[in-house]
């Protein structure tokens, strides 16, 4: 039945077989994501079926905090692996970090261990580096050791002179520098810091310090290296070195941080020469057994090569323990 028997007029093209033209019916809507709320709406989260762009979390980092008692071996599962520690040693004694191999002396805050490999145990002995004695130390006291993912840079930390005292039982008591040298609370003794310098314009061995039999010094190690050439048709290589040296040495005998300068040949005839600088800086500890002393040392060896001049400036700067 016709639509204008009712009195409406038939729209054009009505009950014919002429197909539908899609490009006006408009875009089918997109199907709702999967977090989309019954009944079709979409939450605010979901736009067009697709998820908005969420701001990336950036600091995804593993960190456990452990705080091992002076005397009590600690043994635990970390959770994860483990690639540097940080070490505030508020104790008496040495302490040692199985997982990096290192030992952080009393009183030393700030230190950073190393382990590349990954460790997911933590475990703290004290106990001393080979022919150093360990102190009584502070009976209660405790350090605080923050285990995490990141390679940390290494560094051998700040030694602080009377903190552990804080942190015994009633009645125990450490030596502060202000009562071993007369310094401020929190310096350490005059007595055990131990620094030195040396330079070097020519091959051979300088000592920067010498280190007493059976103690032990803590610090950083530098190096400065510059060299220059007139015009020369030759290259050249010089090198500096810091060492230890002596009989029982820990670590041994030996290179222990280097630098060096490489200096190429200019052409026949050329009116100025080439130059070059090398720095670098290091943590060191350095362990003198009981029976003598021992030394850190810069070292040049002999020069490759042509260098017109040069100078390698070495220093050390720490304390004993």
């Known amino acids: 039945m016709s639509d204008s028997t009712l009195g409406y007029p038939e729209p054009t093209g009505y009950d ?6 899609p490009q ?25 079926g697709k998820m908005d762009a969420r701001q990336r979390k950036t600091d995804l980092r593993m960190n456990k905090r452990i705080t091992p008692t002076q005397g009590v071996t600690y043994s ?5 692996n483990a690639r540097s520690v940080i070490v505030d040693n508020d104790t008496g004694q040495w302490l040692f970090d199985s997982a990096s191999r290192r030992y952080v002396p009393p009183g030393c805050f700030g230190a950073v261990l190393q382990f590349p490999s990954g460790s997911q145990i933590a475990n703290v002995l004290w106990v001393a580096p080979p022919g150093v004695t360990q102190p009584t130390g ?11 993912e990141d390679l940390l840079d290494p560094s051998s930390g700040i030694i602080v002179g009377g ?11 450490v030596t502060t520098g202000a009562a071993a040298g007369g310094a401020s609370l929190g310096a350490p003794p005059a007595a055990d810091v131990l620094d030195g310098q040396a330079q070097r314009p020519s091959a051979g ?51 222990n941080c280097a630098v060096s300068v490489a200096l190429p040949s200019t052409v026949t005839g050329a009116l100025s020469g080439v130059s070059g600088t090398a720095q670098n800086v290091m943590p060191l500890t ?7 002393a021992v030394t850190i040392t810069i070292v040049v060896p002999a020069v490759t090569g042509t260098i017109s001049q040069f100078s390698a400036w070495g220093f050390a700067t720490g304390l004993l323990q």
């Open 16 to 21: 014919s077989d002429t197909p539908l033209n």
């Open 24 to 48: 006006t019916m408009g875009e089918p809507r997109p199907l709702a994501d999967f977090g989309a709320a019954p009944g079709g709406q979409a939450p605010a989260s979901v736009t067009g």
């Open 76 to 80: 635990d599962d970390i959770g994860f």
């Open 138 to 148: 502070i009976v209660g006291s405790t350090a605080i050791l923050i285990y995490t």
């Open 163 to 173: 903190v552990a005292g804080t942190g015994g039982t009633a009645g125990a008591s």
């Open 205 to 255: 061995t300088t000592t920067i310090l010498t280190v007493p039999a059976g103690r032990t010094w803590v610090g950083e190690v530098g190096l400065s290296l510059s060299a220059s050439n007139e015009p020369v048709t030759a290259t050249g290589l010089v090198t500096a070195e810091i060492a230890t040296a002596g009989v029982g040495v820990t670590p041994p005998a030996g290179q």
């Open 286 to 292: 350095v362990i003198a057994p009981a029976g003598n």
